[in-house]
């Protein structure tokens, strides 16, 4: 085999509202999770609904964007690649590890941010989007690009 492709497309909703923080030399981090679940029927003829948690780590732009704009709840189109941290314990030395999705691209779904409410929070619409906003880390290929593109051409 020539090479290896480490890639991960998901569409989900967030679990809670994106957590942010700023290192030293000012880059962005945003974690949050997000559920994807599917529905099927058993023999019984029960529906049975299988729910699977990831969790999504966001650097720059796109953490800043996710703190601005996503709340709990939000549908969301991430792109990225699986990472595997491993640390130990401070207090009992056990080693523990998590899997981490590194988004490269995120497209946020199912309506835009309307009118603020009486809070000045941001409400979202209710009606799809048009045109979702896409986000993409710096680096993105052109392949992505000329893709893009052709999608922009399609007549719906």
């Given amino acids: 085999m020539a090479g290896a492709v480490n890639k991960v497309i998901l569409i989900g909703n967030l679990g809670k509202d994106p957590e942010v923080r700023y290192l030293d ?3 962005a981090v945003a974690n949050f999770s997000i559920a994807t679940s599917e529905t099927y029927t058993n023999r019984q003829g029960e529906k049975v609904t299988n729910t699977e948690w ?3 780590e966001l650097w720059d732009a796109l953490a800043k ?3 601005q704009y996503l709340k709990k709840g939000d549908s969301v189109y991430i792109e990225g690649q699986l990472k595997t941290e491993k640390w130990t314990t401070k207090d009992t030395n056990e080693p523990r590890s998590r899997v981490v999705i590194r988004a490269r691209s995120m497209q946020m779904l199912g309506g835009r941010p309307s009118t603020t ?3 000045g929070n941001v409400e979202r619409s209710q009606a799809p989007q048009s045109s979702p906003v896409k986000t993409e880390t710096a680096g993105s ?3 992505n690009n000329s893709h ?4 922009d051409d399609l007549p719906f």
């Fill in 25 to 27: 030399n000012q880059r």
């Fill in 148 to 151: 893009n593109e052709m999608e």
């Fill in 141 to 143: 290929n052109d392949l």
């Fill in 117 to 119: 409410n009486d809070g």
């Fill in 54 to 56: 990831h969790n999504i």
């Fill in 65 to 67: 964007v996710s703190e």
